[in-house]
């Protein structure tokens, strides 16, 4: 399976067999600088295109990201609550946030 990375607002999303991944760009994690503190999604929680998705405190800022689709998160990235590095490796991939169920692959396409 070829990995396709859609970038949408400094986050990208990946359909994967157990859902929609969504995580941090490199780009992302170059403008923020050293993650020292994530506010995570829940196990559970529907969100809506544009809900708050999760908040990161860094060295360079504070920011939230929006959720780029809307979806049920069926999964976190646990990693991101021991050790907030995770979410500065250099492979993107490892710097994912959530995965999403229910999601309506329209909107993802229109973004």
Request: overall charge negative; cysteine-free; glycine content about 6%.
């Amino acid at each position: 399976m070829a990995e396709e990375l859609k970038i949408i607002d400094s986050l990208w999303v990946l359909k994967t067999s157990d859902g929609y991944k969504i995580g941090l760009t490199n780009e992302a994690q170059e403008d923020l600088g050293t993650i020292t503190f994530a506010t995570m999604p829940k196990v559970g929680q529907s969100l809506q295109k544009g809900d708050s998705l999760i908040e990161l405190e860094a060295e360079k800022a504070v920011s939230e990201f929006s959720t780029p689709i809307s979806g049920t998160i069926v999964a976190i990235n646990e990693a991101v609550e021991q050790d907030t590095s995770v979410l500065d490796d250099a492979d993107q991939t490892n710097a994912w946030i959530a995965i999403l169920k229910d999601v309506d692959e329209a909107e993802l396409n229109q973004a």
